[in-house]
């Protein structure tokens, strides 16, 4: 069980409550199409997301997770265009949830806790996504990974969360399916959680050595429990 200090829990997005593989590869297939390249799989594209839609798009025109860095600026900036492009005009499809979530984060709020989602998706893409999904009035503060100066791993938006929400790095936890979650909870200060079932780009969360690892999200409930007090935090 978590520390009874924790008053917060910050979520990841992609790979930890929704499963976004199948519309981001899409998208990322349909601008290299765009650009008269061979598209990516589904499978290729799984393990080429957790950082942010520019780095996607580098790994696609690359073909390899470690993109190629002698890309040209000005192919990335088209291929990032072309991407937006298509995977705005299908955001209101939505993602499909991952087993368990919407019930533990009902659960989760109702015993108190107080819940931030940080991601490095472009924040765009937040407000109309999460209302698709039926997960908005859970998060009292969204951050995209073009929302601050840092996205994960580094712990500038742990930071920015636990400052707006008055809290010591103690009593907060970070939930993520990827070394950018935990390396950031971990310079942060703040205990994590890994999930066995997202993107990692094929590494097991547990070598990570995340404080918890759990292989289904509804588990959280058994780790944080109900508060006892009642006042505000």
């Known amino acids: 069980m978590l520390s009874s200090e924790i008053r917060a829990i910050a979520f990841d997005l992609d790979g930890t409550l929704i499963d976004s593989v199948p519309a981001l590869a899409e998208a990322a297939a349909a601008a290299l199409v765009d650009l008269g390249m061979a598209p990516c799989s589904e499978p290729a594209a799984r393990g080429w997301i957790g950082n942010g839609a520019e780095m996607l798009m580098r790994r696609a025109l690359s073909g390899n997770v470690n993109p190629d860095p002698n890309l040209a600026p000005s192919l990335v900036e088209q291929a990032l265009a072309r991407f937006h492009h298509h995977y705005g005009a299908h955001l209101d499809q939505g993602s499909p949830l991952y087993p368990g979530v919407a019930d533990t984060l009902a659960a989760l709020h109702q015993r108190g806790y107080r819940m931030a989602l940080i991601t490095n998706k472009p924040a765009r893409y937040l407000p109309d996504l999460m209302a698709t999904c039926g997960l908005s009035h859970y998060f009292e503060l969204m951050l995209g990974g073009d929302s601050l100066d840092q996205r994960k791993p580094d712990p ?78």
């Open 156 to 233: 500038m938006p742990l930071q920015h969360v636990l400052t707006q929400f008055g809290l010591a790095p103690q009593q907060m936890v970070m939930v993520g399916d990827s070394r950018n979650d935990i390396e950031a909870a971990r310079a942060a200060g703040c205990a994590s959680v890994g999930l066995t079932y997202g993107y990692n780009y094929g590494q097991p969360i547990a070598e990570l050595g995340p404080d918890h690892v759990l292989d289904h999200f509804e588990h959280l409930l058994a780790l944080l429990p109900a508060r006892q007090e009642t006042e505000s935090v």
